[in-house]
């Protein structure tokens, strides 16, 4: 289903190899009777600062195949999946994403300036559950499937 969403290996190779290290922190899928239409995934993402770590997920990829893309499938996902981040206990989600879509979850390219991460710009954007959570910024940790 990935490689059909996004015409290429790499989104799919990252989940497989966040499933086979364990990091698959939150899993969600979208299925008809006949096929997966939509898949999201979170994986467990530290933030330390100060003595303290801080556990946050990075929430990648989102994929949806084409034919069901532009019908709120993916937007469901990110909802669903965020919550369940939220009920875990995470302080937070980041992406790294189209900076017009992600913000309608409540990402902001301005909320991820105070952490350090390999990313920076409108593109990298967090979600905090509680006002505040990130402001003390921090050092990223991404699991290590992301190879950064």
Known sequence: ????AFSQDDEANLVEQLRADSDALV???????IAIQGHVMYS????????EILQAAALAPVS???????????????????????ELGCVGVVVLGHA????????????????????????FMALEFEPGALAGGGT?????????
Do not use: T, W
Request: glycine share 12%; proline share 7%.
């Open 1 to 4: 289903m990935l490689r059909h």
């Open 27 to 33: 899993e969600l899928v979208a299925a008809s009777d």
């Open 100 to 123: 017009s879509y992600y913000p309608r979850f409540g990402f902001s390219s301005k909320i991820a300036e105070s952490l350090q991460a390999p990313f920076s710009g409108p593109h």
């Open 44 to 51: 467990p993402l530290a933030i330390e600062r100060e003595g």
């Open 140 to 148: 990223v940790r991404y699991a290590k499937a992301f190879g950064i």
């Open 64 to 86: 949806v195949l084409p034919a069901f893309q532009g019908k709120g499938l993916g937007g469901e996902l990110i909802r669903a999946g965020n919550a369940r981040c939220k």
